[in-house]
């Protein structure tokens, strides 16, 4: 068990739609990490919180939004869904107390659009 | 930004054998990390190694920062260890840029 918790495992909804998917980060970190992974492809990143704030971004299209909440727990919205968003996506949590640290991933959220 | 390679991109292996995955990034990095992403589709944290040697069980790892590469080590590989082997580096802070992993299946 890694300690970052992300729900829910599995997700099938349809195009058009908009899901929410949550990660809980190890207790102490700071950062936390959104990567999606498309069916045997590498992991992409998409954006970095820190502490609340925003503080990388990558190929995150304009239609994924993510934030991180006072409790550290952060949510990636995934809105107007295509059949190319199905994948699977991983939150990974580091930076404990401030300090770069190894970073830990999540069991991810599979989603499917249909 | 980082670019990080891995060889070989596959790896067929008998039950028993012995292998060497390799890593290389273009730039000094303040941390590296392997992982294995099993069959299920979990990334596994093995090893946490900006430098030097480090070792757990039948797996080792060695970074040689200075040249800019990471060895990981598989001894007596099982039907286990089969899957994805992603080495990461740290991005300035930013994020952690992954290889495009090496696919390992071992044969019973």
């Known amino acids: 068990d890694s300690g970052v918790t992300q729900t829910p495992k599995h997700l099938i909804t349809a195009t058009g739609q908009r899901v929410t998917l949550r990660c809980s980060p190890r207790s102490g970190d700071l950062s936390v990490y959104w990567y999606q992974q498309s069916l045997d492809q590498g992991l992409q990143f998409l954006i970095q919180?820190?502490?609340?704030?925003?503080?990388a971004k990558g190929n995150i299209l304009e239609r994924f939004s993510a934030q991180q909440f006072p409790d550290l727990h952060s949510e990636l919205n995934l809105s107007s869904l295509e059949l190319g968003d199905s994948a699977l996506y991983f939150c990974?949590?580091?930076?404990?107390?401030?300090?770069?640290?190894?970073?830990?991933f999540g069991q991810g959220t599979r989603l499917t659009v249909v | 930004g980082i670019q990080v390679e891995q060889s070989p991109p596959d790896l067929i292996l008998q039950e028993g054998a012995n292998s060497t995955l390799r890593c290389n990034f273009s730039?000094?990095?303040?941390?590296l990390q392997w992982f294995h992403q099993n069959p299920w589709g979990q990334l596994i944290n093995l090893f946490y190694i900006p430098s030097g040697t480090k070792q757990n069980g039948r797996l080792s790892a060695t970074t040689v920062a200075t040249e800019r590469y990471s060895l990981l080590y598989i001894s007596s590989s099982q039907t286990t260890d089969s899957g994805v082997y992603f080495c990461?580096?740290?991005?300035?802070?930013?994020?952690?840029?992954f290889g495009p992993g090496t696919r390992l299946s071992v044969l019973p």
């Open positions: 919180y820190y502490n609340g704030e925003e503080r």
């Open positions: 730039d000094s990095v303040n941390n």
């Open positions: 990461a580096v740290d991005n300035y802070g930013q994020n952690f840029v």
């Open positions: 990974a949590s580091s930076d404990r107390q401030g300090v770069s640290t190894e970073a830990f």
